[in-house]
């Protein structure tokens, strides 16, 4: 399974979620069943690393995304990958709105994705304090407990 996860600037959320989804993998011994990436929809940051608070954020949990590099959505990306997990429905709108002729990715909200209800949303905490920064964190490290009890229960759908 081959999933890109996407926010706006693929400084925050979107990098936290592949660092998390990429942990919660190695961990339960399913990192090779699945490739991982992240995105933004827009290009204000490529190349950059993730935001110093989010790389912080995620290393106080064990998490380490030093060596992730910001990039923006790519055309590729739409016949690339399986799935691209938006964090916000905006996101999801955007990529939505970019799908070029011939796409097979199909789309949908990261959380709602991972079974944690219909529309929900992961907030973007780039404006916030840490407590933003660590409700980001809470949720996706829930979305990606759960895509790994998932992946682990081989017969559970795991393609909707």
Partial sequence: MRLLV???G??????LAEGVLRQRLHDAGLDHRVELDSAGTGNWHVGEPP???TVANAA?????????????????????F???LCADRSNLSDVRARAPAGA???????????????GAEIPDPYT???????RVW??????ARAVVARLADRTAPIDA
């Fill in 6 to 8: 996407v926010c706006l």
């Fill in 10 to 15: 693929n400084i925050c959320r979107s990098p």
């Fill in 51 to 53: 935001d110093p608070r």
């Fill in 60 to 80: 106080r949990h064990g998490v380490d995304l030093t060596l992730l590099r910001a990039r923006q959505l790519h055309a590729s990306d739409y016949r690339r």
């Fill in 82 to 84: 399986d799935w691209l």
């Fill in 104 to 118: 097979t990715a199909r789309s949908a909200l990261l959380l709602e994705w991972a079974g944690m209800g219909q």
């Fill in 128 to 134: 916030g304090g840490p407590e933003a920064f660590e």
């Fill in 138 to 143: 809470t949720l996706v490290d829930r979305a």
